[in-house]
């Protein structure tokens, strides 16, 4: 039984994991990260928002992500039937980043972990938790590393970044129902073939499907000829097809949108198609004695916004924060601190997701009257910057959807 100590410990290495772990090391902190895998790894979740650029910045990694070579991205565009809309991102209410990437997972989240781990962060692969003993005054993880030594590590706190592991929601029992209904996704990478000048490879393009507005797909270019690929439904949509294997039922899928078929006409599908499903979860709560939740680990909605790593990122920065005062010893209030300020730009994704699936905010995205000042003012939603409180899309969100919608739809 090897044990060792440091001031915080993190579980996994992904996107929250990599940035807390450097912005506590920046503020001298021992960390150590705990991660399961080796990297790179296969991720989803590859279109990221202007918003986490600040995130990077704060966290020393900018120019590692820059010279990474991945596709630029400046907004999103949205199809349905004969209809096409586009945000650009750069036309935005909130001040701050307008452009950011479409970035292969695996690559990625490589560049964030080795980037910690140059700045001293303490990295160990191939070490699973699965038990924690958490106290206020400190807390100890143990797990078995890839030789199947068992090892136990002993911290003054504890973050888990370990998405969708979840691992103090189980250990815990802290896991609790999410809001919104089963949805699951299939997916690959293709090499795209796309021929169409018009189409434009700076943004992520999101196709509702022709009969059944809750199915939509996602296709977001990388910048060596490839796209990532995927549709989104309910459990019930895909088991029509559940005799077809899964690159037929894909390719069979895209054939129902006639623009996206015809765009992807000449695609190679020379990668696994992948599924997932039970991905929206929540906890009943995102901290306790020696512990808070980062990114994934607490609460997951939706992926129609690609909100994903921006919310991870995002709590990665609030919790450096807080930990920093914590472990100067101020008094802090976790809940009021932490989880309230993170939840409140959650729950603005959350209107716009629940607005997606009903229709709402699908009519309010191709309303051509909208004027330049209430566009801006989605675009900033849409960009990632759900916590700007000057945004009347933000402090009210429910109340301005709504007053658009009833425009738009006369
Ligand atoms: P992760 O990136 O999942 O990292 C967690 C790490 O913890 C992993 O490396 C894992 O190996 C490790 N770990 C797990 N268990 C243990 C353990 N027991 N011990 C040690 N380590 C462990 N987000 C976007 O921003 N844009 C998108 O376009 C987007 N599309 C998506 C599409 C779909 C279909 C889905 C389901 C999600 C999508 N997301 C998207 C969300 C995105 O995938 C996640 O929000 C993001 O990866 C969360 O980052 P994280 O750091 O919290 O967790």
Redesign the pocket.
């Known amino acids: 039984d090897r044990k060792q100590s440091a001031d915080v410990v993190i ?7 990599a940035v807390a772990g450097a912005l506590l090391k920046r503020k001298g902190y021992r960390v150590v990260i ?4 080796t ?1 790179p ?1 296969f ?7 202007p918003q ?1 650029m600040a995130f990077i910045e704060q966290a020393g990694m900018l120019d590692a992500v820059r010279a990474a070579g991945f596709q630029y991205k400046n907004g999103a565009a949205f199809r349905y039937q004969e209809q096409y809309s586009f945000f650009d991102f750069r036309e935005k209410f909130t001040p701050g980043w307008g452009t950011t990437f479409q970035v292969q ?1 695996g690559n990625f ?1 490589k560049i964030l972990a080795d980037s910690a781990a140059e700045q001293g962060v303490s990295i160990h692969y191939q ?4 038990a924690v003993d958490n106290r206020d005054d400190g807390v100890t993880v143990s ?1 078995l590393d890839a030789t199947g030594k068992p090892f136990s590590i002993a911290g003054r706190f504890l973050l888990d ?7 103090l929601p189980r250990l815990l029992a802290l896991e609790s129902p999410s809001g919104f209904p089963l949805r699951q ?1 299939l ?1 690959t990478h293709v090499v795209d073939h796309i021929g169409d000048e018009q189409h434009d490879r700076n943004k ?1 393009l999101i196709t509702i499907h022709p009969q059944h507005r809750d199915v939509w797909y ?1 296709l ?1 270019p990388f910048g060596n000829g490839t796209c990532s690929l ?1 549709v ?1 439904a309910e459990p019930s949509f895909f088991e029509r097809y559940s005799e077809l294997k899964p690159e037929a039922r894909l390719r069979t899928l895209v054939q129902q949108d006639p623009a996206l078929s015809q765009l992807l006409a000449k695609a190679e599908f020379n990668q696994p198609v992948r599924e ?1 499903h039970g ?1 929206a979860a929540n906890v009943s709560s995102l901290c306790g004695p020696g512990y808070a939740l ?4 607490g609460e ?1 909605l939706d ?1 129609v916004f ?7 990122l995002k709590s990665a920065s609030l919790a450096a924060e807080v930990l920093d005062r914590h472990l100067s010893g101020d008094a802090v209030d976790w809940q009021q601190d932490y989880a309230k300020p993170l939840k409140q730009g959650v729950d603005v994704f959350r209107v716009f997701v629940e607005s997606w699936y009903d229709g709402r905010f699908q009519d309010a995205i191709f309303y051509a009257g909208a004027n330049v000042d209430i566009r801006k003012m989605i675009s900033s939603i849409l960009a990632g910057y759900a916590w700007d409180q000057a945004n009347p899309f933000v402090s009210q969100a429910e109340r301005r959807l709504n007053a658009i919608v009833e425009i738009c739809r006369g």
């Open positions: 579980i996994g290495a992904g996107p929250a994991g705990l991660e399961k895998q990297f790894r991720s989803i979740g590859e279109s990221l928002l986490c997972r989240d070490h699973e938790i699965t797990g970044a370990s998405g969708f592991g979840r691992v996704s997916f992520i996602w977001i995927g989104v997932i991905y980062l990114g994934n680990a997951f992926p690609s909100s994903g790593v921006t919310i991870a």
